[in-house]
């Protein structure tokens, strides 16, 4: 169960055991990794912030097996989320509602308001299945982190973060790779609060999407820190010209620079020396989202001083991926000075 593949009927009934215990399993979702408890049982989500570090007035995620039970974790369902529910469930798509009153406040912390997510990915979908089965009817599941860091898209990473004494239910490489797009459709209309790769559009398309005002309250999410997502290395994004630049320069000094770049920025690096790692930036925006995580592991791996990332296309489908990178950059290396 620990390291080997787990997606058996034996180790769904072992990890339904165990959070029905009040313990803790992690598993693999589409997305990334998530670190999940049952979301009926407050003592048990407690013992999710205690494991990750993480600040308690933070919400959490309940995954669920099916938008019926949408109606148990949510006070009302707007025309909106039953929409957006039916568009995009199972898959990458949080949507936050008014809350049931019986939702514990470890789980919303302490707002009024809790987010579902119905996910796509086969193993999670036995786990919640099975869960729901054994009368467990959402697992609350942040990413599978220690808070601030990068999220985990393999059983590697998720053992990097936690040792090995966690449950992990090993469902391969996450297809997504970056967190579900969450939108926040407790207000009446929709709002995105953070972008996935159901892109903008895509949620405009289905239902009226709200543009935030300045004024407008925005609820507490942690993926909206400004800095998150972040390698402990220093990590720079740069148009194409400047990236060179900065390579040359760091590299002449004698910095170690480890860098992610089309082919065609990366050929004016050749022969550069002080190159810890290139990395060619996939051309297409889900192939670049099912990378990134591994990847920014990888580089900050690398003993590289500076890590240097060509700042991606300005498109919709990019979006997601510039506010990953973006948060990345402006959490990395907080021990050491930038390049
Ligand atoms: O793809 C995902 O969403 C992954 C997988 C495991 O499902 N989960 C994930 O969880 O990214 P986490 O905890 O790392 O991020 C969850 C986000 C946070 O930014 C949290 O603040 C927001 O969801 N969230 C949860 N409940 C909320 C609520 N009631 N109001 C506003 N934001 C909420
Ligand atoms: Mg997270």
Known sequence: MNSAAASCPDDIAAAVD?????????????????LGADAGNAAAVRGIFAAKGRPADHPLIVHIADSAD????????PSAAIALA????????????????????????????????????PLA???????????ILGVAAPSANRFGRVSPTTVAHVRAEFGDDLMILDGGPCAVGIESTIVDVSGGGA?????????????????????????DVMPRVPGALASHYAPSTPLVLLGEAELVRRAVTLTRS???????????????????????AMRSAAHEPADYARELYAALRELDASEADAILIETPPAADDWEAIRDRLARAAAGAGRHTDPP
């Open 254 to 276: 004698g910095k170690r620079v480890a860098v992610v770049a089309t082919p065609a920025t990366l050929r004016q690096l050749t022969g550069l020396p002080h190159l810890a």
């Open 70 to 77: 949408m109606a148990h974790w949510a006070a009302e369902l």
């Open 125 to 135: 979908r036995q786990l919640l299945a099975a869960c729901r089965a054994a009368g």
């Open 86 to 121: 039916s568009a995009f469930w199972p898959g990458p798509l949080t949507l936050i509602l008014r809350r049931a009153a019986h939702v514990a406040d470890a789980v919303t912390g302490g707002q009024d308001t809790v987010g579902l997510r119905c996910p796509s990915h």
């Open 18 to 34: 165990r959070l029905r215990a009040g313990g803790l399993v992690a598993f693999a979702t589409e997305t990334v990794y998530g």
């Open 191 to 215: 709002r995105v609060l953070r972008p996935g790769m159901i892109a903008a559009g895509a949620i405009a398309a289905c239902v009226s999407v709200a543009t935030p005002h300045a004024t």
